[in-house]
Every structure is written in C-alpha cells, then in structure tokens.
C-alpha cells in the first residue's frame, strides 16, 4: 500500500563490526531499517528518503520505498515491455498496422541495449526474431490468435519453439535488454531515434516512415506511463527533429502519357495475363488509384456508360500484407479507404478510354462471386509480386533500353503517379486533384509541389493578363 505517512528517524550505532550504523525510518506505521558500514553512507541513504519526502513521493508500506525507487526495483526491461504493449495493440488495429508496429518496435528494441554487449546476434536474425517472434500473436491450428485468460493475444515465441538461432537472439535481447525505468537516458532514446530515421541499408528513410516508427515508439512509451513504469513520456524533454528529407516526386521518372500509353501496350502484349492485368494498370492510370483500391474494384460501383465519361464509387480497398497479421490467415484484409473514415466514399470520373478498357475487362472476364473485377486465380487477390513482374516486363518492351536502366516507371505505382501528374498539368484545381486521388491537400502539395508551383505560375499570369485588361 501507498502512503504519505513516512518518518525517518536519525541514524544510530549498534554493535556491529561490518555494519555498525542503522537508519530506521517508520512507513504508515511499519518500521524499516537498513544497516550502513560508515555514516557517512546512512547519512546519504537518510538524505535520499528525505528528498523523496520533500518531492512529495509516496512510499510503500511493504519496502519502505519511494514510489520513484519501487518503480525502478519493480521495472521490467524494455523487451518485455515492447512485447506486451504489441499484444495489447493487436486486437484493437488493422492487420497493417500491426506490422507497421511490429516493425518500428524491431527497429528500436535493438539499440536499447546495455552498451559494448558483447556477442550480439546477427542484426538480420535479431530483426526476424523481434518481427516474426515476438511482436507477432501465435495461432492455433485454424488460424486464429491463441490469448490468455484476460483475452489478450500471446506472442508467439512463449507457443511455439523458435529455430536454435532465433531462440539464441531472443535471448539475448532479453538479457540484455535495458529497463524500461532506465530510458529517462536521453544517450539510449537518441540511440533508438537515430534507428529509427534510418533504412536498413543505412541511408536515410523517408519523413513519413520515420514519422510513423516514432508514432509508435512514444505510444509505447505512453504506455509504459500507463503501466506505472515510467512517471512521464521520456520523449516530451528530448530535442529531436527527424532529419530533413525530399519526400517531393522526382518527376524525371514519371511517365509522360506517351510513354504510359506504350507501358500499358506493353502490358497488354503479355499473353493471358497481361491482358487480364491491362485495365488494372489503367485504372491506376486514368483514375489514380492505389492497387489496394485497385484489387477491391467491383462491378456495382463502376459506372460505365457505352459512350463519354463513367464514374467509380471507391469505398473499399484491399492492402495486402502478410497472412501472419491478419485474423483469419489471408494475405489482404478489406478495409475502408486510405485516411478515409470506414463508410465514406470517393467518387472519381473515369475518360471514356478506362470506360471502354474496363467495359472490355467485364465481357471477357465477366467478375468474381462478390462482384470483384480483378481477381487471381480461384478468386484470390492479384498479388502484388504477379502485377510487378508484369509491370517490369512491359518496361524492357515499353521503353528504350537507356531509360529501362534509369528509375522511370521503375516500380508499378509509377502509373497512379503519371495520372495525378497529368490531372495537375491539365489545370485541374488542386482541390479536386486531391480529392480524386484520396490526398489530403496538404500532401499534394508535399510530393507535387514542383508541378503545382508551375501550375501557380500559369494562374498568376492569367490574373495578371485580367487585371491588366482591366486597365
């Protein structure tokens, strides 16, 4: 129990060669005693009590302790506590965000360590350790998190029996992990932000995947105050800034549409496949949508008239994200949109040329049971390394080889980049490419500033040209 009924008494002699001076000091009526060598020693012990008196700390009756001092005594190591804050989490988020955790908790859990540790595991075994390990729940035999009498999910290291060298790395991270009490070191919070702000390969990680890990790592942190761990966010009183980095689209390497008309041919010039992928790539094209969107496409929210524009409803999107995270054991989980609230929906005009590509996708391929136009084989969703390859080959036929070994189009999403590219080149108001594209207008402006600001410029001419007419 917690008291604020604490006296301490003076020091006094006994007769004790080894520990001849006692300081005894009285907590909600229970004596406490502690023997010293030398008084010079109990005279600091009975200075430290009396600090915590004055900061007005509580003391436990049990110990006789300061709550500060009991909190440390009591302190499990960060390890444990990235473990259970990752279990707590896990039945109230999306399947993606629990990777998204999982990751920035493999992140830090590494640098927060006693220093010069000897021994330490490979970094890639550690990584895979923490992330496929520890900081993911353990399934039973239908796929389901196995949880423990209070309901909460239990990592899987504690349910199933890790490879010897995964088994070696958790070890180690648990004996030498620091105590979640010991990160008030503002040396070992810099070590983990340092971590953080960086990729794998050393180089420096994009602002909003440095923004994200952090996210996590002071709501964990929030927790551990949550738990009593820790009396305040250590974070609040660190100076720290997430190094500066251009988020901005290198538009050197976004496909012009001459160059995304001859990709899509591309596309479509691989058999079968690339045929059932070529009103895939133009959706991500003439209506700027994610693949996650893409895949989750279905019939009842396409309109598409026989002649001029249609228009899609998207209300639905289907991440794909490994089966290991999600509840039922699939790869993908069906979520509302992107920074959307659940219900709402974005609808976007489609130019009759993605009207009649997917007008001709429905009569050759016809949909799925649940309606949806896009699908793998026995219904699945098309996997993210199927329209890649595909993608990647109608490069080396799209374009001339100089620029198939420069980074233009290098990646799939390149297409979602070319079409809001395009809407902003053709003086659609920013407001509206934003909404078509599922943006806030803020990160428009963040990743298209270069093409908004001649976009900006041409308006200001056309001001300029009204006032002077006004003359």
């Given at each position: 129990?917690?008291?604020?009924?604490?006296?301490?008494?003076?020091?006094r002699?006994?007769?004790?060669?080894?520990?001849?001076?006692?300081?005894?000091?009285?907590?909600?009526?229970?004596?406490?005693?502690?023997?010293?060598?030398?008084?010079?020693?109990?005279?600091g012990r009975?200075?430290?009590?009396?600090?915590?008196?004055r900061?007005g700390?509580?003391?436990?009756?049990?110990?006789?302790?300061?709550?500060?001092?009991l909190?440390?005594?009591?302190?499990?190591?960060?390890y444990?506590?990235?473990?259970?804050?990752a279990?707590?989490?896990?039945?109230?988020?999306?399947a993606?965000?629990?990777?998204?955790?999982?990751?920035?908790?493999?992140?830090?859990?590494?640098?927060l360590?006693?220093?010069?540790?000897a021994?330490?595991?490979?970094?890639?075994?550690?990584?895979?350790?923490?992330?496929?390990?520890?900081?993911?729940?353990?399934?039973?035999?239908?796929?389901?998190?196995?949880?423990d009498d209070?309901?909460?999910?239990?990592?899987?290291?504690?349910?199933?029996?890790?490879?010897?060298?995964i088994?070696?790395?958790?070890?180690?991270?648990?004996r030498?992990?620091?105590?979640?009490a010991?990160?008030?070191?503002?040396?070992?919070?810099?070590?983990?932000?340092?971590?953080?702000?960086?990729?794998?390969?050393?180089?420096?990680?994009a602002e909003?995947?440095?923004?994200?890990?952090?996210t996590?790592?002071?709501?964990?942190?929030?927790?551990?105050?949550?738990?009593?761990l820790l009396?305040?966010?250590?974070l609040?009183?660190?100076?720290?800034?997430?190094?500066?980095?251009?988020?901005?689209?290198?538009?050197?390497?976004?496909?012009?549409?001459?160059?995304?008309?001859?990709?899509?041919?591309?596309?479509?010039?691989?058999?079968a496949r690339?045929?059932?992928?070529?009103?895939?790539?133009?959706?991500?094209?003439y209506a700027?949508?994610?693949?996650?969107?893409?895949?989750?496409?279905?019939?009842?929210?396409?309109k598409?008239p026989?002649?001029?524009w249609g228009?899609?409803?998207?209300?639905?999107?289907?991440?794909e994200?490994?089966?290991?995270?999600?509840?039922?054991g699939?790869?993908?989980?069906i979520?509302g949109?992107?920074?959307?609230?659940r219900?709402?929906?974005?609808?976007?005009p489609?130019?009759?040329?993605?009207?009649?590509?997917?007008?001709?996708?429905?009569?050759?391929?016809?949909?799925?049971?649940?309606?949806?136009?896009?699908?793998?084989?026995?219904?699945?969703r098309?996997?993210?390394?199927?329209y890649?390859?595909?993608w990647?080959?109608?490069?080396?036929?799209?374009?001339?080889?100089?620029?198939?070994?420069?980074p233009?189009?290098?990646v799939?999403y390149?297409?979602?980049?070319?079409?809001?590219?395009?809407?902003?080149?053709?003086?659609?108001?920013?407001?509206?490419?934003?909404r078509?594209?599922?943006?806030?207008?803020?990160v428009?402006?963040?990743?298209?500033?270069?093409?908004?600001?001649?976009?900006?410029?041409?308006?200001?001419?056309?001001?300029?040209?009204?006032?002077?007419?006004?003359?």
């Amino acid at each position: 129990m917690l008291t604020y009924d604490v006296r301490i008494w003076g020091i006094r002699k006994r007769n004790s060669k080894s520990a001849p001076f006692q300081l005894r000091w009285l907590v909600g009526g229970e004596r406490h005693q502690q023997p010293f060598s030398t008084s010079a020693l109990a005279d600091g012990r009975r200075a430290e009590l009396k600090e915590a008196v004055r900061r007005g700390e509580q003391f436990d009756t049990e110990t006789g302790l300061p709550v500060s001092e009991l909190r440390e005594r009591n302190s499990p190591t960060w390890y444990e506590h990235a473990c259970v804050y990752a279990m707590m989490k896990w039945p109230k988020v999306a399947a993606k965000h629990r990777a998204n955790i999982a990751e920035a908790l493999a992140t830090v859990t590494p640098t927060l360590v006693a220093p010069a540790k000897a021994n330490p595991p490979p970094r890639m075994v550690l990584r895979q350790a923490l992330l496929s390990w520890a900081f993911q729940a353990a399934r039973d035999e239908h796929g389901q998190p196995i949880r423990d009498d209070d309901g909460v999910p239990v990592p899987r290291k504690d349910r199933q029996e890790p490879p010897l060298e995964i088994a070696e790395a958790l070890a180690w991270i648990a004996r030498n992990s620091l105590k979640v009490a010991d990160l008030n070191d503002s040396d070992a919070l810099r070590r983990a932000l340092t971590a953080l702000s960086l990729k794998l390969d050393g180089t420096q990680a994009a602002e909003n995947t440095v923004r994200r890990k952090h996210t996590v790592f002071s709501n964990a942190l929030r927790y551990a105050v949550e738990r009593d761990l820790l009396k305040a966010n250590p974070l609040a009183r660190i100076d720290w800034e997430p190094p500066a980095t251009d988020d901005e689209v290198d538009f050197r390497y976004v496909p012009n549409p001459r160059q995304m008309k001859a990709l899509l041919e591309g596309v479509r010039e691989q058999g079968a496949r690339g045929e059932h992928l070529y009103a895939f790539f133009g959706c991500m094209y003439y209506a700027a949508m994610r693949p996650s969107e893409v895949c989750q496409l279905v019939k009842r929210d396409c309109k598409l008239p026989e002649t001029g524009w249609g228009e899609l409803i998207l209300h639905k999107s289907r991440p794909e994200v490994g089966a290991a995270w999600t509840d039922d054991g699939t790869s993908y989980e069906i979520r509302g949109l992107k920074r959307r609230a659940r219900k709402s929906t974005r609808p976007v005009p489609i130019p009759p040329v993605l009207v009649a590509m997917l007008r001709d996708h429905l009569k050759t391929y016809g949909t799925a049971p649940d309606g949806r136009l896009f699908t793998a084989v026995e219904g699945g969703r098309v996997r993210s390394t199927e329209y890649t390859e595909v993608w990647q080959e109608a490069r080396v036929h799209a374009l001339p080889e100089e620029e198939v070994a420069t980074p233009l189009a290098d990646v799939p999403y390149a297409a979602r980049k070319a079409g809001i590219s395009l809407w902003i080149k053709a003086g659609v108001d920013p407001v509206e490419v934003a909404r078509r594209a599922g943006h806030s207008l803020a990160v428009l402006y963040k990743f298209y500033a270069r093409i908004l600001r001649g976009w900006q410029e041409r308006s200001n001419e056309l001001i300029e040209g009204e006032l002077n007419g006004g003359e």
